[in-house]
């Protein structure tokens, strides 16, 4: 029996009478890259906040890592990882205080930060860069940073809302290539994506359409299963009927 | 715990101390403020110009024109003025005040003890009118107190004007308790807000409400080093005072750095109030400006007197944060009083920042869920 790292059945996010997020169900293994797949406004970011222990589920259930989403958020986040679609490290430190500062506000205690942030540098091949200002960094740097950052307390679960946004394709291959590494040394990779080339780099991929879970299978099958010979028709196909928009 | 939060109190400072801008802020906003209000906006009037038409031409006229003329409030202008018609200088702007003695002013003290005077001052300009008829007026007071020394006639009535606490009438003295309570309110709010928002626009906030951190200690990190930069500006201003303005505080000292504490505090939490309502540093920066520093100058009391405003706006005035704390340091630093004084002052302030703290913390937790 596989490991299940994020259990979620019939989990519910109601604002008023508008329901984000509608009884969405679903199972991701450990080590999986599972891509969340939706257009803007299809709850995405609903389901995510609510996975992350930032915002509390109307109804349903949900395990992140083992602990629950209603009960036990502080377990929950020390044990995940996030990055969100907007940069997220501090601009105006330095390459060196910013892992410095994340590892540390993780619990990390000097010895272990001083080692990782040996070991990181080194994956990045950015030793030069250590005592810059993040914002001299060009854009794909800083992401691959931050990505590195935010597993840098070796999570279980890292999220990853909407990584790529903005970034050249061959910084997105390699971001990628972090991803691949992150998801083989049992790191599950829960992301989000407007790119379709990039589902197709997922294990498995959930489409949601207003609310719902529409799809949820390999990209493979996906493709198969609506006749389809890339990602984009399987997602046109499943989005043309949505009704929320933004 | 105790750790992450040092972690994190520490890249706050590093924020501070690595943009210029803010730096600018934070420690040339008080010096620029109190030497603009010391020395340039100071409601003091010196050397006005005044006419002296004396009719009477005899010892104590000449001897009340020497004594206007030694002062440094006024100027007596002579060339190139109307004798006969005093309206036209004041017309042509060539005096602010006019004296004019009647002819038989030495007759008048003399024989019936009492003599009258004429003072007609420009009041198209009424709080310089003001300032210049009191001043006109103190030194007639203090010139009919020399002649009374040399009178024989006892138990004469003098109406005597103290001016208590700033006997010199000098300007300084209400604008530093002002200026303290403008700074503070400008730094705390506006700085609290704007790195707040700043770490809700950049993303920095999701990453951190997403990490273990708690939230409260989130709020509590950012607004410390704000609360200790704060008590610096206080010192750097109290210095410039004492030393520059040469304006003592004659009260406690340590009683003034905790009511001091008190306001700042009220400050942060108006500041973390508005970080949570918005979302961009500009508008956090145009809210804390219009919200906080106009009502600081307007209702505290410090540039416009609170007893002068139409009964609506005097109690509006009462919720107004800065105008306790005003109060407060001008009866600490000026009056050197002690807290018996202003225990009701600060049992206020105390409420309103309860009250303030509480809202802000609540709107925080909405914010969150």
Redo the contacts between chains.
């Keep these: 029996m596989p490991d299940i790292v994020i259990h979620t059945n019939k989990l519910t996010k109601r604002f008023g009478n508008f329901i984000a997020a509608d009884e969405i169900t679903f199972e991701v293994e450990k080590g999986e890259i599972f891509g969340f797949l939706g257009a803007n406004g299809a709850g995405k970011t609903t389901a995510m906040r609510m996975l992350?222990?930032?915002?509390?589920p109307s109804s349903g259930e949900a395990t992140v890592a083992g602990f629950d989403v209603y009960k036990q958020t502080?377990q929950i986040?020390?044990n995940?990882g996030?990055?969100?679609?907007?940069?997220?490290?501090?601009?105006?430190?330095t390459v060196l205080?910013n892992i410095?500062?994340?590892g540390?506000?993780?619990?990390l205690n000097k010895k272990d930060l001083k080692s990782k942030s040996e070991v990181l540098l080194n994956q990045l091949g950015m030793h030069h860069e250590a005592k810059k200002l993040v914002k001299t960094l060009p854009l794909g740097w800083k992401q691959k940073l931050a990505f590195s950052v935010?597993i840098l307390h070796q999570p279980k679960i890292v999220?990853l809302d909407e990584p790529t946004g903005g970034v050249d394709p061959v910084t997105r291959r390699q971001f990628w290539d972090l991803i691949y590494e992150a998801a083989e040394s049992g790191i599950t990779i829960f992301v989000t994506t407007h790119y379709m080339d990039e589902a197709e780099y997922c294990n498995r991929i959930s489409i949601m359409v207003d609310g719902k879970i529409k799809a949820l299978d390999t990209p493979a099958n996906l493709k198969k299963k609506y006749g389809a010979t890339n990602m984009d028709e399987v997602f046109f196909e499943l989005a043309r009927g949505a009704k929320r928009a933004e | 715990m105790k750790?992450?939060l040092f972690?994190?109190i520490r890249?706050e400072f590093?924020?501070v101390m690595?943009?210029s801008k803010t730096l600018l802020v934070l420690f040339g906003l008080p010096i620029v403020q109190i030497l603009i209000f010391g020395f340039a906006l100071t409601n003091e009037v010196k050397n006005a110009k005044i006419m002296v038409v004396d009719r009477a031409h005899d010892v104590y006229s000449q001897q009340l024109i020497r004594k206007i003329e030694a002062s440094r409030y006024f100027e007596i202008k002579t060339d190139g003025i109307s004798n006969s018609n005093i309206e036209e200088n004041f017309k042509a702007g060539a005096i602010k005040v006019a004296l004019i003695i009647p002819s038989n002013f030495n007759q008048n003290l003399l024989h019936e003890n009492a003599a009258e005077l004429r003072i007609v001052a420009d009041a198209s300009d009424p709080n310089t009118a003001n300032t210049l008829t009191n001043y006109l007026s103190s030194i007639i007071m203090d010139f009919q107190n020399e002649v009374n020394i040399h009178t024989t006639l006892p138990y004469k009535i003098i109406p005597e004007i103290r001016m208590l606490y700033n006997p010199q009438l000098k300007g300084v003295h209400n604008f530093v308790p002002g200026v303290m309570a403008l700074v503070l309110m400008l730094v705390c709010v506006m700085m609290t807000a704007i790195s707040i928002v700043k770490e809700k626009e950049?993303?920095?906030m999701?990453?951190?409400?997403?990490?273990?951190?708690k939230p409260i200690l989130v709020l509590i990190s950012k607004v410390i080093p704000y609360l200790i930069l704060s008590l610096v500006n206080v010192c750097t201003i109290l210095l410039l005072s004492v030393f520059v303005l040469n304006l003592p505080v004659n009260g406690s000292l340590l009683l003034l750095f905790a009511e001091s504490t008190l306001f700042i505090i009220t400050c942060l939490s108006i500041g973390v109030f508005i970080s949570v309502k918005t979302d961009s540093q500009q508008t956090a920066m145009l809210i804390s400006m219009m919200g906080m520093m106009l009502p600081t100058i307007l209702f505290s009391g410090f540039m416009f007197p609170i007893e002068n405003m139409p009964l609506p706006l005097q109690i509006v005035s009462n919720i107004i944060p800065s105008k306790w704390y005003y109060v407060i340091v001008k009866s600490i630093m000026i009056k050197g009083l002690g807290f018996s004084a202003i225990w009701k002052e600060t049992l206020i302030l105390f409420f309103i920042t309860i009250i303030l703290t509480g809202i802000s913390l609540k709107s925080f937790k909405i914010r969150?869920?």
Excluded: N
Aim: charged fraction near 20%.
């Design positions: 992350c222990g930032l915002s509390a502080e986040k020390m995940i996030y990055m969100s679609q907007k940069f997220s490290l501090y601009e105006d430190l205080e410095y500062f994340f540390g506000i993780y619990g935010a999220f | 750790k992450q972690i994190f890249k590093a924020h690595r943009d950049t993303g920095t999701e990453i951190l409400l997403v990490s273990p951190f969150l869920a």
